[in-house]
């Protein structure tokens, strides 16, 4: 009755170190958190 499904030889190419713009992504993490801040203290 079980159902199974496999993936073999499964091949990715391509550029898979692309550089993280690590000072951009903090700077958006910290603004999403600022952002979630603000919305919990309006609902107070």
Excluded: H, Q, W
């Excluded at 550089?19 to 993490?29: G, K, N, Q, R």
């Amino acid at each position: 009755m079980g159902n199974n499904a496999a993936i073999d030889n499964l091949i990715i190419t391509g550029d898979l170190n692309n550089p993280v713009p690590e000072p951009t992504t903090i700077l958006l993490f910290g603004f999403g958190l600022l952002g979630l801040a603000r919305v919990s203290r309006r609902k107070e």
